[in-house]
């Protein structure tokens, strides 16, 4: 799993500059919000943010920070799914999602026990993602990830339900986020 793909992929879909004005993150350059680049340093103007520094944000704070290269260890296609969930919902629902797909899927704990839901990747949710793939192999990664995907996509519509506004992106959440 190469964490650089993953970043060149994440800022091809999100494009360059922007500021809708239905999007409450503000002005965001290569998907990184305003909030996000003041937080880490960058004070010019968000047209001016330099990719490299956008690259080095994706890396630290959707990548390592929420340990999502362990869960490549494991997972490849599970992780490379929480970096673009996190990076558009925030990792801490990327990981909820996770841990709540593998509650469902452990057969009322008989594959391993249910995890806390406490959105955070630590020892207990890298044990029980390592117990569910070594009983259901690359196929069972393939229903893990529709899982979380079935879970982004009913925050999606949520997210438009809630929000009007949010369904002049719901279109393309939908078609560049989920599958």
């Known amino acids: 799993m190469d964490i650089s793909v993953l970043i060149d992929e994440v800022i091809a879909r999100e494009g360059g500059y922007s500021d809708h004005p239905a999007d409450r993150g503000g002005p965001t350059h290569f998907g990184i919000t305003q909030a996000v680049a003041r937080a880490n340093g960058y004070s010019g103007h968000m047209k001016a943010l330099p990719r490299p520094m956008a690259e ?23 992780a490379a799914e929480l970096f673009d969930t996190g990076v558009n919902m925030g990792t801490a629902t990327a990981t909820g999602f996770l841990q709540r797909a593998l509650n469902a899927l452990n057969r009322n704990q008989k594959d391993y026990p249910d995890l806390k839901v406490d959105r955070a990747v630590g020892a207990k949710t890298l044990a029980a993602l390592g117990a569910f793939m070594r009983l259901r192999g690359k196929q069972g990664e393939a229903v893990l990830l529709k899982a979380t995907e079935a879970l982004q996509g009913e925050r999606y519509l949520s997210l438009a339900e809630s929000r009007p506004a949010n369904e002049a992106f719901l279109y393309g959440w939908l078609a560049n986020r989920i599958g």
């Open 56 to 78: 080095a944000i994706y890396r630290q704070l959707y990548w390592e920070s929420p340990g999502y290269g362990f869960v490549a260890e494991i997972a490849p296609l599970i």
